[in-house]
């Protein structure tokens, strides 16, 4: 009798993927954030990093396909501001259209491969329209969103009652909002030497965030409203116990409670993780992954690989998988199937796409 290999597998979904294109690497040019003399990787003072895998998904998609991903889920919603009011120099429904066409550019080139986001500035109602158009007739699987709009003092989560449509949008319309952190993370000023920002202060930006919106109530007013929360869901696994012991003690027995500071959750912590919150697998580490499968329960974590900024490591995440979830078939519940669930891809017994999601039928005017 031969063994089934550890490794094999009918498909992976990759729900945390960020692929720009030409049109994207023009216009940074433009903007003099890319040199097109020096080439692939380069930097500039803004540490923004671009890799060879952003752009040019010719060289990418060979590479993607090798490390066993089979569909990916488009999302730039960390990017949002960034794009539209500093690359773009245009308005936040400006800079969704925008990414609307590099999608649909996407999607025509590699057909199946990919299905978009509807991309949204969680604090601005007024791109609902662009929103609305892309989840009905773009195709989008999920609302991707930053974690925190802002900077220094004025930084703002998504706690804020400004946020409040988006939460009752996804809960009517049982459509995942993917929350990534933004492009300069809270505590970006003293995180930019040795690439803290990205390292620390992106997952620490997701963390913060989380706690927020569990202790400001979000899923108590939402309670059919789901989120996935990438890089394995930031600190939250190592931080949720701390949640939990704060909102027991509260501001009980203290006289004079700060306005709006106590909790407001009704339930433990721990209990949003198995009802609202997901997460992704993206961290190189078996550590981070069983974490956050002990926290949320195997079928609420996803797969996630970052790749494009991050231009390797999809094998290596993928063997991270393998290493914590032993079970075939628990791990195809990471790979695919809670995917297919949760994104409503109509993905076949064996993972393969029924009917392929279709594109916008023209550029956004």
């Not at 089979?70 to 969704?96: F, Q, R």
């Not at 913060?208 to 990438?230: C, W, Y």
């Amino acid at each position: 009798m031969t063994l089934p290999n550890k490794t094999e597998r009918r498909a992976i979904v990759d729900t945390h993927r960020h692929p720009w294109g030409k049109t994207m690497q023009a216009k940074m040019e433009e903007q003099g954030l890319l040199d097109p003399k020096q080439g692939f990787p380069q930097t500039n003072a803004q540490d923004l990093m671009a890799y060879r895998e952003v752009f040019d998904l010719d060289y990418a998609m060979p590479i993607q396909r090798e490390g066993g991903i089979t569909l990916s889920l488009m999302t730039n919603g960390g990017e949002v501001p960034w794009i539209a009011h500093d690359l773009l120099k245009g308005s936040t429904v400006d800079g969704l259209k925008y990414l609307n066409d590099e999608y649909l550019d996407i999607m025509n080139r590699f057909p199946g491969e990919f299905v978009p986001s509807a991309n949204a500035h969680a604090l601005e109602e007024t791109c609902r329209p662009v929103v609305e158009e892309m989840i009905r007739h773009g195709g989008a699987k999920a609302i991707s969103v930053a974690s925190s709009y802002g900077d220094g003092a004025g930084r703002v989560f998504l706690d804020s009652p400004k946020a409040e449509w988006l939460w009752e949008f996804a809960a009517a319309n049982d459509i995942v909002v993917h929350i990534h952190p933004p492009m300069q993370s809270i505590g970006h000023e003293s995180l930019m030497q040795y690439r803290l920002n990205e390292a620390v202060g992106r997952p620490f930006d997701s963390t913060v965030n989380g706690a927020r919106m569990i202790a400001s109530g979000v899923f108590d007013r939402h309670p059919k409203l789901q989120v996935l929360i990438v890089h394995t869901g930031g600190g939250l696994p190592s931080i949720v116990g701390r949640l939990e012991f704060n909102w027991h003690l509260n501001y009980n027995g203290i006289k004079n409670p700060p306005a709006g500071r106590p909790y407001v959750n009704k339930r433990s912590p721990f209990d949003y993780f198995k009802s609202n919150i997901l997460v992704d697998t993206m961290g190189f580490n078996a550590i981070g992954v069983r974490a956050a499968v002990e926290l949320c329960g195997v079928d609420r974590v996803v797969f996630g690989s970052d790749f494009g900024p991050v231009p390797y490591g999809i094998k290596e995440q993928v063997q991270s998988v393998e290493e914590v979830v032993l079970s075939p078939a628990e791990r195809e519940l990471v790979f695919w199937k809670t995917s297919n669930k949760i994104f409503h891809l109509g993905l076949s017994e064996t993972g393969q796409q029924l009917v392929p999601t279709p594109p916008l039928a023209s550029k956004a005017a």
